[in-house]
């Protein structure tokens, strides 16, 4: 059997194992990925139909090794679960508790299964108290300070839930749905290594669930967490470590096992998703937006990630292709904090900054651990001239994530706006040290140091260059060096960037005032080296322009040729007859 | 973890309030209803204990932390005595029968009995009734309206909390979120006061965070963090609240604190002084990137419009703005504390401007208060070297000035500013670094024109005595103006918090703390209504009196001074000046009594602050252990402590130029020891440039002085005379009076190993600097005055030792005396020789032979150093 067969029928049964147990989103991410493999026409309808048939014998093989090992490919071919016999009777229960658990009558659900002892039934009434528990948090949390506010709500299931859990751990009864349970509870609570350990032992013994994965993931905050995890193979490893690595921000590493993913799940809408996202943090919007435009096509009511094409369109200024994004995404779920986003990037492209913080507002009421909504709202609240706020936004955002450079340098970019440049420093400091290949972050560093109240020049020039080394598209550091180097009466080094400026804007073919002052300053440099012939080179391009730069030109040619003449003649005078 | 915690700022109904609801009850009850018992109090006094108790519960309501139902039990024992079984029982039922929403509604609506109604005519005989506009009343109406604010969820939370306050009574087991602190408060039982402070207690303290001791016997660490309404309205418009976090010193590492902020932090996540309280902390302990860390949190938090919910002074005009000038002041000092002028000055000069344009003027006096101490505190060589071109406030002067004349014109200027804004403490912290300024730099007038210009180089110790005069002036206006109601609310929690403890004495002595517990140095100020940052202030004043006297050379002046302030400031202070102060006293003892005893009492010194403050009582420890090396003749052990000494320092230039000047200082006079005179008086000339390119010209006067006596020593008594000169024309000029008076001793003695026909004239030095000396001397600076004086005689060639031998003996006597209590080996030498030949010529050989023998004692002794065994030694 070929591997991506294999692959299909692990998937297959474990969408039904995932959402027998309520992980709906689990179960979703399997389905996707299960549609993302390659079909093969021909042995579609067979299989199509063998699925139906069930057989209890390999069943309970597959539920021996399940447990045991990570199942080989060969494992995986088994068919749909059939309940067994022991499990009959509380099923009847069980079943009733699903429903409500679907109905979203938590507690109710849990209280189904008060008395039963299944490891099915034991995770659900867990999974249910748990989600009992968060929802009475979230409603208490509005209750006692108002959405934006922090506050100090906790889950109050959690300490009845790790106290069962880690009895049930130790007695070794518990099965990886349990496992991931508890991991996950005792993240919430703050264990985190211990969190780690049991959430390796769930993926173990059962890798196909991918909220494990990540939560798991959400627990590597450094690469050295992540080499030292004890984790098997298997291939939704590589799922798991191109996610990882993303958010390690290893972008092209995290590429690179996504495209071999692509291999087998070729698609796969999330992989897609994910590379563009990948592709987002290199800066390359155009592959970004290429792939969204397809992702679109196959499945036009998806809201996951659009923020993030919403982002591409909003730094391209497509204005309409933003504004169907909007409308598209609005009427097909307008309280998900993705559309939020994607109307407020909406209005602020508009320039129409106070609607725009009201949908990012709303983009964070509905999740408050919404990153990019704070750090856009920032961005609105800068563009309003509310630095307090645009501070306050920042803050959380770094709160809610250090690694987020993004709003680091729009603290440095608030305070730097109040006439607090050294103050400012300190965030640009902290931005560039997470993005170190980022040359916007120097440049602003670079003018920050520039200002009129710091004037500390040199320290702008090391800047500069940095910015200069890291693909500066707009091409702004190597026209600073070189005007700084010339305020700074070093004309040796004005000249090395001008020219280096000039080469760059003739290959881009650019023209403007930037390219008069360095012809300008090219043409006087070299004449004040007597180096003539360059200097008349750029004198003669000068002359294609208009405006006073013209004259000067002309003037100088003018004293260049009279110099020339003037020391050919004395030349002459004093050779010998 | 006893406490209770309640979101900050806005009045609710709490469990503990409804406590004191029904407390309100017994003591006023309503007509209608029937209590279990109607009037349960035996006496008047009684009742009116009782009264007095809710008063000030009432007024202490506005702490984050409202007591546990067990700790209300507790006090209330202390208060009502036998009756306190019947009343907390009637507590604790009446709370647990509150089980649904109904009877809350019921319970708030029987309260409304209990006040007069506006227009109650009928009043029942000796029926209680509360007015509603007293303090009971008003609080009482307060509850009624929030709970009536309450929505329906609010009164379920209401009923939870009740739920859990009863039980955790009931069961006093801690509660879940709370582990660690239990865990802690145990151990610790400290208490922490986060104390409303303001700015001046950073400006004109260097930054240090006041951090001291205080134990209670109460099993509780327990939070006082006023709500910010009040603080906010506290000092004239002052719109920071810097902190003041009392902490156990000994008992508090890094960690403890650090889990007691995270705890904290995580019950009231909109109070972001958690922040700044971590940044001190972290401050504290020396730890440079997490303090920028938190300081930077806490502002960008609490300066943004949604951070805070606090009541914006309506003075201030900028409040859009936000208060991003005050960061910029804290974070300066940051770096001042540190140690990165440069860095300081920079971020300073852009808190002046940022000030200026918000039209800050208070921060904008704080901010030159503390560009003054910054410039007071650091050497700064030349101005060009360390301002940046925009440095506005001293560009603005003029640059042709030098260093000192500008900061004399900044401290004025900013006096002025604090006189003008009636910003008090300012002033007087103002005035105080002026009074220190003073001590040290002689007037001139800033532009000497013409030839009437007066040239009178002399500092002027009465600029220094009116300005600590000026600035003590704080605490009367202070004491006056006592009824500010925050520091009501305050007082009245601190009477609450020592009910239970005894009232402890106040006496500190240092003289008897040989025999003394560490206990000795315990002790608890009452509390008193006169907030921390004033006897701060105050104390400060104190302290610079002892360093005045210090240096204009009164010892029991700067020593009666000092005991003022340990016994008096120690408890409002923070613990690097307590320290100071301790090793004021401690350098007094080892000079007046001998090491042994400073070394007895430095060792209870450093059990107190173990922890913190290392850097100055280790300073003292190697100091004293430098000196004791010298006189015993270890110079091995001394030139090692003095390298010690010499790596304490900073490597920043400008940077602990006392601590610089201090290990050079030793380091010379380790060489002078050795006799390896060419060496040491290279060091000391290298240490006169230093100190005079950073103007320390009190510290040159010593450097001459060490140059005066290398020559001496090194048989060049002609070389030497210029220099001894040169530093008592110093001393004159600073009116360094002891130093002056040691200066001509040696001066006379240069003269003496010039031969005998100026012995004379060095009889006549001795003479004129006696009184001084004998009046303020140490031992060593007598002894040394005693053996002069002697030699002076003996020298004289018209002096017969025949006809008048006790003049001679007399003073080598004392001298030797002396010594010994010093073991200043070299010295008691010297004067047993010179009693033996003394004696030698007077044919009484039994002396004779005794005082040889003491001197070959310590001749030995001086030349073999390692055989003898010192347990004191062993401590360092």
């Known amino acids: 059997m070929s591997s991506k067969e294999s692959r ?115 995770f659900l009434r867990c999974y249910a108290l748990y989600l009992a528990g968060e929802k009475r948090k979230e409603e208490e949390m509005i209750e006692l300070e108002g959405p934006l506010g922090k506050s100090d709500a906790v889950n109050h299931e959690l300490v009845c839930l790790e106290r069962e859990l880690s009895t049930l751990r130790k007695n070794g009864t518990v099965d990886p749905f349990g496992l991931y349970l508890y991991g996950l509870v005792l993240n919430k609570k703050g264990s985190e290594n211990l969190a780690r350990t049991v959430l390796v032992e769930s993926v173990n013994s059962y890798p196909w669930n991918w909220n494990a994965w990540t939560e798991l993931q959400s627990l590597c905050t450094t690469i050295d967490i992540l080499n030292s995890l004890n984790l098997n193979y298997h291939w939704m490893k590589d799922f798991f470590l191109a996610n990882a690595y993303q958010e390690l921000r290893m972008h092209n590493e995290s590429l690179g096992k996504y495209e071999y993913l692509q291999g087998t799940f070729s698609f796969s809408n999330y992989i897609q998703a994910q590379i563009a996202k990948a592709q987002y943090s290199l800066r390359e919007f155009e592959q970004v937006e290429v792939i969204f435009e397809e992702l679109l096509r196959n499945d036009p009511y998806r809201i996951e990630d659009m923020d993030m094409y919403s982002n591409v369109l ?82 959380r955002a770094v709160d809610i994530n250090p690694c987020d450079y993004r709003a680091w340098y729009g603290l440095g970019q608030a305070y730097e706006m109040m006439g607090m440049p050294y103050y400012a420093l300190h965030y640009f400091r902290k931005s560039v040290f997470l993005q170190p290949n980022d040359s916007r972050l120097w440049i602003a560093m670079a003018q920050c140091y520039e200002t009129d109240q710091l004037q500390m020049l040199e320290d702008a020039i090391k800047c500069y260059k940095r910015a200069a080394n890291c693909n500066d598209t707009e091409a702004i550091a190597l026209h600073q060096l070189a005007k700084l180097s010339k305020e700074l009466k070093r004309s040796e080094e004005a000249a090395f960037y001008y020219k280096k400026d000039l080469e760059r804007m003739e290959a881009e073919d650019r023209e403007g005032p930037n390219l008069v002052e360095a012809l300008l300053f090219l043409a006087t440099y070299y004449k004040s080296q007597k180096r003539f012939e360059e200097a008349e080179i750029y004198c003669t391009r000068l002359l294609d322009y208009t405006g006073p730069e013209k004259e000067t030109a002309k003037s100088l040619l003018r004293g260049m040729r009279k110099a020339q003449s003037g020391f050919s003649s004395i030349d002459i005078e004093h050779l010998p007859p | 973890m006893a406490a209770v915690l309640k979101p900050p700022g806005n009045f609710t109904v709490t469990p503990h309030k409804m406590s004191v609801c029904i407390l309100l009850q017994i003591y006023a009850p309503p007509a209608q209803t029937t209590l279990p018992f109607p009037f349960p109090f035996s006496s008047v006094a009684q009742h009116n204990r009782l009264g007095m108790f809710l008063l000030a519960l009432t007024k202490s309501c506005d702490d984050i932390f409202e007591p546990k139902l067990d700790e209300l039990i507790t006090q209330l024992r202390e208060i009502v005595g036998e009756l306190d079984h019947q009343l907390s029982d009637h507590l604790t039922c009446r709370l647990s029968s509150l089980s649904s929403p109904d009877d809350l509604f019921n319970f708030f609506s029987d309260l409304r009995g209990i006040l007069a109604g506006p227009d109650s005519g009928v009043v029942v005989d000796d029926q209680i009734i509360l007015d509603s506009n007293s303090n009971l009343g008003v609080f009482l109406r307060r509850c009624i309206l929030a709970f009536n604010l309450l929505s329906f969820e609010g009164v379920c939370h209401l009923l939870t909390n009740i739920g859990t306050y009863c039980k955790e009574a009931l069961s006093s087991c801690p509660a879940y979120e709370l582990p660690h602190l239990d865990d802690s408060s145990n151990e610790v039982e400290a208490l922490l006061v986060y104390e409303n402070m303001d700015l001046e207690n950073f400006v004109f303290d260097k930054v240090t965070e006041e951090t001291e001791a205080r134990k209670m016997a109460s099993e509780r660490v327990s939070f006082h963090i006023h709500a910010p309404k009040a603080l906010f309205g506290l000092i004239e418009g002052i719109i920071t609240s810097v902190l003041c976090c009392k902490v156990h010193s000994s008992s508090f590492p890094l960690n403890a604190f650090e889990s007691i902020l995270r705890q904290l932090q995580k019950l009231a996540p909109e109070l972001h002084r958690v922040h700044f309280l971590r940044y001190l902390n972290n401050l504290y302990h020396n730890d440079y990137p997490a303090s920028l860390e938190n300081l930077h949190c806490y502002f960008d938090y609490s300066a943004g419009a949604e951070g805070f919910d606090f009541v914006q002074p309506t003075s201030s005009a900028s409040n859009s703005f936000g208060r991003y000038e005050i960061a910029l002041l804290c974070l300066g000092m940051m770096h001042f504390h540190f140690g990165h002028p440069k860095q300081a000055l920079e971020v300073l000069t852009e808190a002046v401007r940022v000030s200026q344009q918000q039209s800050n003027d208070t921060c904008l006096a704080y901010t030159l208060a503390a560009i003054c101490n910054l410039l007071s505190a650091i050497g700064i060589s030349s101005t060009a070297e360390i301002l940046g071109s925009s440095y506005g406030p001293v560009t603005s002067i003029g640059t042709s000035l030098s260093i000192q004349q500008q900061l004399f014109v900044l401290l004025r200027r900013s006096l002025k500013r604090a006189d003008g804004l009636k910003l008090k403490r300012l002033v007087a912290s103002n005035r105080l670094a002026m009074a220190k300024f003073d001590l040290t730099h002689v ?64 006496v500190l002595s240092l003289e008897n703390a040989s025999g003394a517990n560490s206990n000795a140095f315990h002790f608890c100020a009452q509390p008193n209504s006169i907030p921390g940052s004033v006897l701060q202030l105050l104390g400060s004043s104190y302290l610079l009196r002892a360093t005045a006297w210090e240096i204009y050379g009164s010892a029991p002046l700067a020593r009666i001074n000092a005991l003022v302030y340990a016994t008096c400031f120690g408890n409002a202070s923070s613990s690097a000046d307590v320290a100071l102060a301790y090793t004021k006293l401690i350098q007094h003892l080892a000079v007046f009594k001998g090491h042994r005893e400073a070394f007895a009492a430095l060792k209870l010194v450093e059990e107190k602050f173990c922890s913190i403050s290392k850097s100055r009582i280790l300073l003292l420890k190697l100091q004293l252990l430098h000196e004791r090396a010298l006189h015993l003749g270890h110079l091995k052990l001394a030139q090692q402590v003095c390298d010690e000494l010499g790596v304490l320092a900073s490597s920043v230039t400008g940077v602990d130029m006392e601590l610089k000047t201090e290990a050079s200082l030793r380091h010379a006079r380790t060489l002078l020891a050795a006799n390896q005179f060419g060496q040491a008086a290279a060091v000391a000339h290298s240490l006169f440039c230093m100190c005079y390119k950073f103007n320390l010209q009190v510290e040159n006067a010593t450097v001459l002085l060490l140059l005066a006596e290398i020559h001496k020593k090194s048989g060049n008594a002609v070389l030497g005379l210029p220099y001894a000169l040169a530093s008592l024309s110093f001393c004159q000029s600073f009116n360094l009076d002891l130093l002056k008076a040691s200066a001509t001793l040696t001066l006379a003695e240069l003269w003496l190993s010039l031969g005998s026909n100026h012995a004379e004239r060095a009889s006549i030095l001795v003479q004129g600097a006696l009184p001084m000396i004998l009046g303020h001397g140490g031992l060593e600076l007598r002894s040394r005055a005693y053996i002069a004086e002697a030699k002076c005689y003996l020298s004289n060639p018209s002096f017969s030792v025949f006809e008048n031998s006790e003049v001679v003996l007399d003073p080598l006597r004392q001298a030797t005396e002396e010594l010994e209590i010093l073991e200043y080996h070299e010295l008691a030498a010297e004067a047993f020789y010179l009693m033996a030949m003394v004696f030698d010529k007077l044919g009484q050989l039994e002396e004779r032979e005794e005082a040889a023998a003491s001197f070959m004692k310590h001749i030995k002794a001086l030349e073999n150093p390692q055989n003898e065994q010192d347990p004191l030694f062993n401590i360092h």
């Open chain 1, 8 to 122: 299909r029928n692990e998937l297959r049964t474990a969408i039904r194992q995932l959402s027998d147990r309520c992980l709906y989103s689990a179960a979703k991410w399997a389905a996707e990925q299960l549609v993302g493999i390659e079909q093969d026409p021909a042995k579609f309808t067979p299989s199509h139909t063998r699925f139906q048939l069930g057989s209890s014998s390999i069943r309970r093989r597959f539920r021996t090794t399940e447990i045991a090992s990570t199942p080989t490919a060969g494992v995986s071919s088994v068919s749909t679960p059939v309940l067994e016999e022991d499990e009959a009777i509380d099923g009847d229960f069980y079943l009733l508790a699903k429903s409500y658990f679907d109905c979203r009558e938590y507690r109710r659900a849990a209280h189904v299964l008060r008395d039963q002892t299944g490891k099915k039934a034991v």
């Open chain 2, 443 to 506: 007037q001139r007038p800033l532009l000497s024109f013409g030839p009437k210009a007066s040239m009178k180089l002399k500092t002027c110790p009465v600029n220094v005595c009116k300005e600590l005069r000026l600035s003590s002036h704080l605490i009367s206006e202070f004491g006056t103006e006592s009824s500010i109601m925050i520091t009501d609310g305050v007082f009245s929690t601190a009477w609450l918090k020592n009910l239970q403890k005894p009232m402890g004495s106040l």
């Open chain 1, 314 to 395: 909003y730094a391209k200024e497509c204005f309409s292709t933003l504004s169907h994004l909007a409308h598209r995404v609005f009427l097909t779920d307008k309280y998900r904090p993705e559309s939020c986003c994607i109307i407020g990037n909406y209005y602020s492209l508009k320039g129409q900054h106070e609607k725009s913080v009201v949908y990012f507002r709303r983009a964070l009421k509905l999740n408050k651990n919404y990153l990019s909504a704070w750090t856009l709202m920032g961005h609105e609240y800068v563009e309003m001239k509310n630095t307090p706020a645009a501070v306050d936004a920042y803050r």
